[in-house]
């Protein structure tokens, strides 16, 4: 059974950084689009960031400020993220579908998900 695993989520304050990270257990990475999402309360759950080999997307409210990467032989994906905002506070959320990101086009496409970690920035 596939597993993915958040860490690294917390409370910073506004214009500071977090590093979270993301464990898939279960099944090599290799290949795969690995993203991050993200939801606020009251609000629509959002794209942050994805990645493939080869191919790395962000959304505009992001870009510039994280940075997603992965390490396919301990089999985790990471997000840098710098000055941090208060809008930036949410329940961040990876996901994972076993093809590469240009042939994804939103959550749906995602087979598996993780718990979520809350990152709080004031």
């Known amino acids: 059974d596939v597993q993915l695993v958040e860490s690294g989520g917390g409370s910073v304050q506004a214009g500071g950084s977090l590093k979270l990270s993301c464990t898939t257990r279960?099944?090599?990475?290799?290949?795969?689009?690995m993203g991050w999402f993200r939801q606020a309360p009251g609000k629509e759950r959002e794209g942050v960031a994805r990645?493939?080999?080869?191919?790395?997307f962000y959304s505009d409210s992001v870009k510039g400020r994280f940075t997603i990467s992965s390490d396919v032989a301990v089999g985790t994906m990471y997000l840098q993220m710098n000055s941090l905002k208060p809008e930036d506070t949410a329940v961040y959320t990876c996901?994972?579908?076993?093809?590469?990101?240009?042939?994804?086009?939103?959550?749906?496409?995602?087979?598996?998900w993780g718990l979520g970690t809350q990152v709080t920035v004031s």
């Open positions: 996901a994972i579908v076993f093809r590469g990101c240009a042939t994804v086009s939103g959550p749906a496409d995602f087979l598996y």
């Open positions: 990645i493939s080999p080869g191919v790395i």
């Open positions: 279960g099944h090599t990475t290799g290949g795969a689009c």
